[in-house]
């Protein structure tokens, strides 16, 4: 089974503060996505990685940047964290192929004081 | 603009009747779709998907999806709910003219509640 692990369940920040939400996947995927869960908006995809080095911006990128160093890990920075970025993160990895299911580890609820 | 849609916030059904979860999208070309599962403080989970062919999908857990071209839907059923299935409930669509990417537009969610 594909595991996609987040390093943290839960993250206490005080605003201003620079963080740092990793994601490793163990099953060799090209692909990687950071998204938001906010009640009644779904998902927003934030930043998403096809390859290493590679990033591309989703639909709600400002206040947040990523870093794919290793194929496996996949690191979500929120530069200044501000009030409004309190939410849940989950992290996803796919194949290649755009008819596979993407792989979700079980998210980190920030909250951000 | 492309977008998924789920029409109802919340279902509720007994258990032991059948179950249905609705979805319609408004994407161009012929997508990928997908339903992914959601328990409480847990990812999501895959249950099953849409590519080609036949327009009764199988999944995990007893569950199957219906494609209808005609009206752009995608709706999740099942013929005996559990309360086990209470959950958030997801549709997604990959439009195939994205670039291979396998990106995803998600359903804003659907909270199953099954009582016994």
């Known amino acids: 089974d594909v595991k996609v692990t987040q390093s943290s369940r839960y993250l206490v920040k005080r605003t201003g503060e620079k963080v740092f939400l990793e994601c490793v996947q163990d099953?060799?995927?090209?692909?990687m996505f950071w998204y938001r869960q906010d009640p009644g908006l779904g998902l927003r995809l934030i930043y998403f990685?096809?390859?290493?080095?590679?990033?591309e911006k989703g639909d709600i990128p400002e206040g947040y940047s990523v870093s794919r160093e290793k194929k496996e890990r996949f690191s979500l920075i929120l530069e200044s964290a501000s009030t409004n970025q309190t939410s849940m993160y989950l992290c996803?990895?796919?194949?290649?192929?755009?008819?596979?299911?993407?792989?979700f580890g079980d998210g980190t609820r920030l909250s951000i004081l | 603009a492309q977008s998924v849609a789920q029409p109802e916030d919340q279902v509720n059904v007994a258990e032991g009747n059948p179950l249905t979860v609705k979805c319609t999208y408004s994407?161009?070309?012929?997508?990928?779709l997908f339903w992914y599962v959601q328990y409480p403080n847990r990812g999501l989970q895959f249950l099953l998907k849409?590519?080609?062919?036949?327009?009764l999908v199988k999944g995990s857990y007893g569950f199957e999806a219906e494609f209808n071209k005609s009206q752009t839907s995608f709706h999740l059923k099942k013929p005996s709910a559990l309360v086990s299935d209470s959950a958030l409930y997801f549709c997604?669509?990959?439009?195939?003219?994205?670039?291979?990417?396998?990106?995803?537009?998600f359903g804003a969610g659907t909270r199953l509640a099954v009582h016994p």
């Open positions: 099953m060799d995927h090209e692909n």
């Open positions: 849409y590519i080609t062919g036949d327009n």
């Open positions: 990685s096809y390859d290493v080095k590679m990033k």
């Open positions: 997604a669509v990959s439009p195939t003219l994205f670039g291979g990417y396998n990106k995803l537009i």
């Open positions: 994407v161009s070309g012929n997508p990928y």
């Open positions: 996803a990895s796919s194949s290649g192929a755009g008819n596979q299911p993407q792989h």
